[in-house]
């Protein structure tokens, strides 16, 4: 029977971060916020019984601060001790939010099958399934908060040091490190082309807080991204990945979303819009529809309006952003719009423009020309797109139309010459 080996990769957990950049919040919606992090751990804890997977990985970043509070090594050393008992090991390394040096062992205890990795050199270990060896590990951490330049992280891991220094053979060898890869190069970086060549079969990854996954088919260097975003710039699904290994086979790596609260930045289109409190409407069908794609109990959400729409001037009175604003929140339980920006734009009188003859004329008989010729449109952008090497979209040709109305919509938007309705 072909070997397999399950586990959880997680990292970026940083317990103990403020939640930032929001507004304004109601006191209620800032208490669950403050809980979403330790929250969202608790659920990385529950994950990994639920699914009975072989260990979990943590690369780096544990605590947001390099002195953590009691109460965050309780509930850390909480969580592993659950695992523990359920004779789930934990291997972690260190970040630079949470070096080598300030982790604090005088706080609390791990479990005795937690491994830290060490961060002034490599370290390696391995874990046993049924009395054979499973998976061979090599990982690193951040030993101060700055990296030491120069150096690679990942030096020295690779399959065959974690072999040696666990005196045996396994199926499996996983690299832990906290690296900015070739993503940010003030912290740690190191070459994923280096990293595929070192005979491991996967990389968990910390650092980088968007989930990343270098080949969707058979995913061999992964940063999990962090478990909870803490504001607006960590917009949509964030957790954990579900890794599977197995002889024979493709890597598998299945995100699964940990985030109670989930950011979002979302457009509300009020074209089609008669009165504000059809923008109200419009915005709950958008809240939704980003809900049920997010799969999280609550969204904190920052809203702009958008689109031509008479109601423009209507929504530019004073006070009415903050009661539309009020409006959507008091309809939700699940969204907080903490918020709401007017981006609409006045509805073009191309009539009137035409008749004034000026230049707004012109740009709307030079736009309709290019309209009416669709292959001459179309050759354009096809020599603009090889031009700058990119991939043509699908189905441009049954977009044209549209995609010009835009286009001499916000060339006028541009001249700023318009008339509102
Ligand atoms: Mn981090």
């Given at each position: 029977m072909s070997k397999r080996v399950t586990f959880l990769h997680a990292a970026?957990?940083?317990?103990?971060a403020p939640m930032r950049g929001l507004r304004a919040l109601s006191p209620q919606w800032a208490d669950e916020v403050a809980q979403a992090i330790p929250a969202a751990f608790d659920r990385l804890v529950e994950t990994a019984l639920e699914r009975s997977v072989d260990f979990l990985v943590l690369a780096g970043d544990i605590f947001d601060q390099a002195r953590p509070s009691y109460a965050n090594y309780l509930r850390f050393a909480h969580g592993l001790a659950r695992l523990d008992e359920a004779g789930i090991p934990t291997y972690l390394c260190t970040g630079n939010h949470d070096p080598y040096t300030s982790w604090r062992t005088d706080l609390v205890d791990l479990p005795s099958s937690t491994y830290l990795f060490p961060a002034d050199k490599p370290g390696f270990t391995c874990f046993e399934k049924a009395g054979e060896p499973l998976v061979v590990f090599g990982g690193r951490g951040f030993y101060n908060q700055v990296f030491e330049s120069g150096a690679n992280i990942a030096e020295g891991i690779d399959r065959s040091a974690a072999e040696s220094a666990c005196g045996r053979k396994a199926p499996f060898a996983v690299g832990v490190i906290h690296t900015g890869l070739n993503l940010d190069p003030n912290k740690a970086p190191t070459d994923p082309k280096a990293l595929l060549d070192t005979g491991m079969d996967y990389w968990a990854l910390g650092h980088i807080h968007q989930p990343l996954v270098d080949d969707e088919e058979d995913p061999h260097i992964v940063f999990s991204g962090c478990i909870q975003g803490r504001d607006v710039n960590e917009a949509g699904a964030r957790g954990c990945f579900l890794v599977t290994l197995e002889e024979g086979k493709a890597n598998r790596a299945e995100f699964l979303p940990l985030a109670s609260i989930v950011w979002q930045t979302l457009d509300v289109d009020t074209s089609a819009c008669n009165t504000v409190d059809d923008t109200a409407a419009e915005a709950s069908k958008v809240l939704y529809r980003a809900n049920g794609s997010a799969k999280c109990d609550r969204m904190v959400v920052r809203l702009r309006l958008v689109g031509q729409t008479p109601l423009h001037s209507v929504l530019q009175e004073p006070g009415m952003m903050s009661d539309l604003r009020e409006q959507i929140n008091a309809a939700h339980r699940s969204f907080f719009c903490d918020s709401l920006r007017d981006a609409t734009r006045a509805p073009w009188d191309k009539e009137a423009l035409r008749a004034e003859g000026l230049f707004p004329s012109v740009l709307l008989e030079t736009a309709e020309r290019m309209k009416a010729n669709e292959t001459e449109s179309l050759g354009y952008i096809q020599d603009e797109f090889m031009r700058l090497d990119l991939k043509l979209p699908r189905a441009l040709g049954e977009r044209m139309e549209g995609l010009q109305d835009q286009a001499s919509d916000m060339a006028l938007d541009v001249l700023r010459c318009g008339v509102d309705v």
């Amino acid at each position: 029977m072909s070997k397999r080996v399950t586990f959880l990769h997680a990292a970026d957990l940083h317990l103990g971060a403020p939640m930032r950049g929001l507004r304004a919040l109601s006191p209620q919606w800032a208490d669950e916020v403050a809980q979403a992090i330790p929250a969202a751990f608790d659920r990385l804890v529950e994950t990994a019984l639920e699914r009975s997977v072989d260990f979990l990985v943590l690369a780096g970043d544990i605590f947001d601060q390099a002195r953590p509070s009691y109460a965050n090594y309780l509930r850390f050393a909480h969580g592993l001790a659950r695992l523990d008992e359920a004779g789930i090991p934990t291997y972690l390394c260190t970040g630079n939010h949470d070096p080598y040096t300030s982790w604090r062992t005088d706080l609390v205890d791990l479990p005795s099958s937690t491994y830290l990795f060490p961060a002034d050199k490599p370290g390696f270990t391995c874990f046993e399934k049924a009395g054979e060896p499973l998976v061979v590990f090599g990982g690193r951490g951040f030993y101060n908060q700055v990296f030491e330049s120069g150096a690679n992280i990942a030096e020295g891991i690779d399959r065959s040091a974690a072999e040696s220094a666990c005196g045996r053979k396994a199926p499996f060898a996983v690299g832990v490190i906290h690296t900015g890869l070739n993503l940010d190069p003030n912290k740690a970086p190191t070459d994923p082309k280096a990293l595929l060549d070192t005979g491991m079969d996967y990389w968990a990854l910390g650092h980088i807080h968007q989930p990343l996954v270098d080949d969707e088919e058979d995913p061999h260097i992964v940063f999990s991204g962090c478990i909870q975003g803490r504001d607006v710039n960590e917009a949509g699904a964030r957790g954990c990945f579900l890794v599977t290994l197995e002889e024979g086979k493709a890597n598998r790596a299945e995100f699964l979303p940990l985030a109670s609260i989930v950011w979002q930045t979302l457009d509300v289109d009020t074209s089609a819009c008669n009165t504000v409190d059809d923008t109200a409407a419009e915005a709950s069908k958008v809240l939704y529809r980003a809900n049920g794609s997010a799969k999280c109990d609550r969204m904190v959400v920052r809203l702009r309006l958008v689109g031509q729409t008479p109601l423009h001037s209507v929504l530019q009175e004073p006070g009415m952003m903050s009661d539309l604003r009020e409006q959507i929140n008091a309809a939700h339980r699940s969204f907080f719009c903490d918020s709401l920006r007017d981006a609409t734009r006045a509805p073009w009188d191309k009539e009137a423009l035409r008749a004034e003859g000026l230049f707004p004329s012109v740009l709307l008989e030079t736009a309709e020309r290019m309209k009416a010729n669709e292959t001459e449109s179309l050759g354009y952008i096809q020599d603009e797109f090889m031009r700058l090497d990119l991939k043509l979209p699908r189905a441009l040709g049954e977009r044209m139309e549209g995609l010009q109305d835009q286009a001499s919509d916000m060339a006028l938007d541009v001249l700023r010459c318009g008339v509102d309705v």
